[in-house]
């Protein structure tokens, strides 16, 4: 009979001929997978692309019905990814197929998508964002947007419901050219004058809220905007704002219908000054405040129509 100490060796061998065994068949499943990898490809004439074509490719299989996409199990990228590995490699490593998105946040804790947001946005690396939130902002998802703020090109929020102040210190929109803020509940002027502040290269500020409180707000003089847009979605008035923005390179104000009082809009193009500019009326409004403005040199008044949510 065999002593305890030669079971227990023996039960050694055994086990590290089953770890070596293992390995092996680790080894031939690796080998394979890439054989049939290689099979593929051949007859994948995706996978005999550059990458760089085939994510150029892969870019007319977004959804074209939206400017902003929401993302789906059966629309680009997500679907892309479960067509095959190589497929899959590419999507992944297609930093473009992913830098477009809205996301629709409408619940009762919007920190539940805070994950997946993050996911999504983390697979877009350092390329230009443009980004669409509806919905509530969380705590986690404002320190998504903080995270990706610097790659961030075009930014446009449709709030129902703010958690706390919009963003916990505001980060720098190195990059950002276009803000649309608008639908929202919550929101101060102090914080929409924040983002503008912390935005140098804003091309255009769009502006639609139902609630603006006006608080302590500080004043900000931008030198690069040149269109701002304000259009009413209730019984708010958003073009308040304008007390407190001076905007010298203003070439289109575009203001609905019931926004903006006499003593708004003039005081602030006295301010600004633009040197061009163009106004844009929804509806028939009183035009005495855009008369003479010191510095101004030449002044277009459009009247237009505020309908379904734009101007035409």
């Given at each position: 009979?065999?002593?305890?100490?030669?079971?227990?060796?023996?039960?050694e061998?055994?086990?590290?001929?089953?770890?070596?065994?293992?390995?092996?068949?680790?080894?031939?499943?690796?080998?394979?997978?890439?054989?049939?990898?290689?099979?593929?490809?051949?007859?994948?004439?995706?996978?005999?692309?550059?990458?760089?074509?085939?994510?150029?490719?892969?870019?007319?299989?977004?959804?074209?019905?939206?400017?902003?996409?929401?993302?789906?199990?059966?629309?680009?990228?997500?679907?892309?990814?479960?067509?095959?590995?190589?497929?899959?490699?590419?999507?992944?490593?297609?930093?473009?197929?992913?830098?477009?998105?809205?996301?629709?946040?409408?619940?009762?804790?919007?920190?539940?998508?805070?994950?997946?947001?993050?996911?999504?946005l983390?697979?877009?690396?350092?390329?230009?964002?443009?980004?669409?939130?509806?919905?509530?902002?969380?705590?986690?998802?404002?320190?998504?947007?903080?995270?990706?703020?610097?790659?961030?090109?075009?930014?446009?929020?449709?709030?129902w419901?703010?958690e706390?102040?919009?963003?916990?210190?505001?980060?720098?929109?190195?990059?950002?050219?276009?803000?649309?803020?608008?639908?929202?509940?919550?929101?101060?002027?102090?914080?929409?004058?924040?983002?503008?502040?912390?935005?140098?290269?804003?091309?255009?500020?769009?502006?639609?809220?139902?609630?603006?409180?006006?608080?302590?707000?500080?004043?900000?003089?931008?030198?690069?905007?040149?269109t701002?847009?304000?259009?009413?979605?209730?019984?708010?008035?958003?073009?308040?704002?304008?007390?407190?923005?001076?905007?010298?390179a203003?070439?289109?104000?575009v203001?609905?219908?019931?926004?903006?009082?006499?003593?708004?809009?003039?005081?602030?193009?006295a301010?600004?000054?633009?040197?061009?500019?163009?106004?844009?009326?929804g509806?028939?409004?009183?035009?005495?405040?855009?008369?003479?403005?010191?510095?101004?040199?030449?002044?277009?008044?459009?009247?237009?129509?505020?309908?379904?949510?734009?101007?035409?």
């Amino acid at each position: 009979m065999s002593s305890r100490n030669e079971l227990l060796q023996r039960i050694e061998e055994l086990s590290s001929t089953i770890d070596q065994q293992k390995e092996i068949l680790r080894n031939l499943e690796t080998s394979r997978s890439d054989a049939c990898m290689a099979l593929n490809a051949l007859s994948d004439p995706v996978a005999r692309l550059p990458v760089e074509v085939a994510s150029n490719v892969f870019t007319l299989c977004l959804p074209d019905d939206q400017v902003y996409p929401q993302p789906g199990p059966q629309t680009a990228p997500l679907l892309l990814l479960r067509v095959c590995r190589i497929w899959r490699d590419i999507v992944l490593s297609s930093p473009s197929l992913w830098a477009t998105v809205h996301f629709d946040l409408r619940a009762q804790d919007s920190s539940q998508f805070a994950p997946g947001v993050a996911a999504w946005l983390g697979r877009t690396r350092d390329a230009p964002l443009n980004l669409h939130l509806s919905g509530s902002i969380s705590d986690a998802i404002t320190k998504v947007i903080e995270q990706h703020a610097p790659q961030m090109q075009t930014l446009k929020l449709r709030i129902w419901f703010n958690e706390g102040q919009l963003l916990e210190y505001v980060a720098p929109f190195a990059s950002l050219r276009v803000l649309r803020l608008f639908g929202t509940r919550g929101i101060t002027i102090s914080e929409c004058l924040q983002y503008l502040d912390s935005a140098p290269r804003l091309d255009e500020l769009g502006i639609g809220s139902d609630y603006l409180p006006t608080g302590d707000p500080t004043p900000v003089l931008h030198t690069s905007l040149r269109t701002l847009q304000l259009w009413e979605e209730s019984d708010c008035c958003p073009s308040l704002i304008l007390q407190y923005l001076t905007l010298p390179a203003l070439e289109n104000l575009v203001i609905s219908q019931s926004c903006g009082t006499d003593g708004n809009v003039s005081g602030f193009l006295a301010r600004s000054s633009p040197p061009r500019l163009r106004i844009h009326i929804g509806g028939e409004r009183k035009l005495q405040h855009f008369g003479l403005v010191p510095g101004l040199s030449a002044i277009t008044v459009q009247c237009t129509h505020f309908e379904g949510g734009r101007f035409i």
